[in-house]
């Protein structure tokens, strides 16, 4: 890719843009983004740290409600690193509510008679209403996992957005 496109993908990065919607602008497969995200991660890295403009990346991509466990797997860094980033940059805590970042898609199950989680099946079935919509979820007794199911499709409650 070139020097142009590779800044596209840092700057829709930046602004909070989920990488199959930076996928299709730029048409092109998600091997190239993750390939351009960790060659300027690389670029970054420092003795035991990263860049401070690797980091704002980071701090500002959060500020944009992307969730911290997301920008961790997408940059193939760990989660404290996201929050060590946003807390010298960005935010302080999530303490935002987005609808777009709330729930995330779990894709591959059936059913949520087990926690896709741990596995378990210490669940209690909940009632709960999304959107306006009502939903039947789980709570997971041992790993604490919250989903739901809404027009069969399954979903995950990002705690990390709730205060
Ligand atoms: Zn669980």
Do not use: W
Request: aromatic share 10%; glycine share 4%.
């Amino acid at each position: 890719m070139s020097q142009i496109e590779e800044e596209k993908v840092l700057d829709a990065f930046s602004k909070g843009v989920g990488i199959l919607v930076i996928q299709e602008e730029l048409s092109c497969l998600e091997s190239d983004i993750s390939r351009i995200l960790i060659k300027y991660k690389e670029k970054n890295r420092q003795k035991n740290s990263f860049s401070d403009d690797f980091k704002k990346l980071i701090a500002e991509r959060d500020m944009h409600n992307v969730p911290r466990k997301t920008i961790a797997t997408e940059l193939r860094i760990n989660v404290a690193t996201v929050s060590k980033a946003c807390k010298q940059f960005g935010q302080k805590t999530k303490g935002r509510v987005s609808s777009y970042n709330l729930y995330s898609e779990i894709v591959g199950i059936n059913n949520l008679k087990r926690c896709p989680n741990c596995n378990s099946e210490k669940v209690n079935r909940i009632e709960s209403l999304v959107r306006n919509f009502n939903t039947s979820g789980i709570f997971c007794m041992d790993c604490g996992n919250e989903y739901f199911e809404l027009k069969g499709k399954f979903y995950h409650i990002n705690f990390e957005y709730i205060d």
